[in-house]
């Protein structure tokens, strides 16, 4: 079933709000684990999307992209992190960073049987309800899959900068993040320039052809949400 693009853009919000609150409540959580109650107290652990949602980057951003059929990008509001209250501040705030991405990683282990479930049940034959919530299950896969991979690339702001710094010498560290100011000017220029789709697309196409593949998704649905 060909969906309109009102109804392409409904299955696609579900899974891009949580996709991007999730990743917020990851780094909160896990923060508050290694000691740091910042998030926690700041009423961010939470799952109302209403606490995490930038309206130009959790919504125009990713919707404008996705419409656009270009890589999808987006942000919220960042989870507010005090080092200083980490039990090694180094070396946990790169495990911070981290859980982000592995958040979105699991929620697109998630959506998979979701895909699954709707094409066992006929997504293909027509109606409204089944073919939606498959198409929820495929954009599931897609934005949790980019999500993840636009944010290991080894960039500050970024989560995989973050990383990569708690890996860094004093020093060197210290260099690395003088950079941080320029590093959303340096994501632009990729994207503008289509190396965003030539970097990440082998990772995301890899990804969400094995989820994909567990799925039963058709081979020409598969090229539609990993090009």
């Known amino acids: ?17 949580f996709a ?18 910042t998030a926690e107290m700041l009423g961010r652990l939470t ?9 130009l980057g959790t919504i125009v951003v990713p919707l404008a992209l996705l419409l656009l059929h270009q890589p999808l990008f987006g ?3 960042p989870v ?6 980490l039990k090694h501040p180094h070396r946990d705030m790169a495990i911070v960073a981290a859980a982000g991405p592995v958040a979105n990683v699991l929620m697109a282990l998630a959506w998979t049987p979701v895909a699954w479930l709707a094409l066992a049940l006929g997504a293909t034959k027509g109606g409204l309800v089944l073919p939606l919530l498959y198409e929820m299950g495929l954009r599931g896969l897609q934005v949790n899959a980019w999500l993840a991979a636009l944010n290991l690339l080894p960039i500050l ?12 010498p004093p020093r060197i560290s210290d260099k690395f993040e003088r950079l941080e100011p320029i590093g959303f000017l340096i994501l632009l220029i990729l994207l503008w320039q289509g190396a ?5 697309g082998p990772v995301v196409r890899a990804l969400v052809g094995l989820l994909a593949g567990l799925a039963g998704v058709p081979f020409a ?4 949400i990993a090009g």
């Open 1 to 17: 079933m060909e969906l309109s693009t009102p109804q392409l853009v409904a299955a696609f919000a579900l899974p891009a709000v």
């Open 20 to 37: 991007i609150t999730l990743h917020e409540v990851a780094h909160g959580w896990v923060a508050r684990r290694l000691g740091d109650r």
């Open 47 to 55: 799952l109302n999307p209403l606490k995490h949602v930038d309206p």
């Open 75 to 77: 942000w919220a509001k």
């Open 80 to 85: 507010p992190v005090a080092a200083r209250n």
């Open 157 to 168: 702001p970024l989560d995989g900068g973050r990383v990569v710094n708690g890996f860094l």
């Open 196 to 200: 965003l789709s030539l970097v990440l």
């Open 221 to 224: 649905d598969f090229q539609r």
